[in-house]
């Protein structure tokens, strides 16, 4: 991963935001960090010895957890560049709708892995994104997330 200069994604867009996995206001979730570099979304994450799946590796569903707030990174950035902000009664423009994960191999639990997203296809109503956790030059686990417009009823 490149290092990024400036703030993150994250810090930038919905600071007020306590979301577990990428909200700066959660001091006790995981506070992941993505910026744009280069056309892509990327970030990295050291996971926490509470985080292992009783194998010695990265559990499940902290995996699922990082790919869908980086996505949440992309898509609320393509969102914000496309002029699609949060509608009066919301705190973001989109949520997430669906998050395919397919895990291809063990992530380590005691070293920091690399996260990549691109935006795959956006409409206002809906946004796409490619997301995956690589390590070691390996793709670890893959996902397709779709992101729909928040409309706070």
Not at 122 to 134: H, K, N, Q
């Amino acid at each position: 991963m490149t290092t990024p200069v400036g703030s993150s994604i994250q810090d930038r867009l919905f600071a007020d935001l306590p979301c577990f996995g990428c909200g700066p206001a959660n001091e006790r979730g995981l506070r992941l960090k993505s910026y744009l570099v280069d056309g892509e979304f990327q970030a990295r994450f050291m996971p926490w010895p509470e985080h292992d799946n009783g194998a010695g590796y990265l559990n499940g569903g902290i995996i699922a957890t990082l790919l869908d707030c980086h996505s949440a990174a992309a898509a609320l950035w393509e969102a914000a560049y496309q002029g699609w902000g949060p509608l009066p009664g919301a705190a973001i423009s989109h949520v997430t709708a669906g998050l395919d994960v397919r895990y291809l191999r063990p992530a380590p639990l005691r070293e920091s892995v690399d996260l990549r997203a691109r935006v795959t296809s956006a409409e206002e109503d809906e946004i796409v994104c490619g997301v995956e956790l690589v390590w070691d030059d390996k793709v670890r686990a893959t996902g397709v997330s779709r992101w729909r417009r928040w409309r706070p009823r």
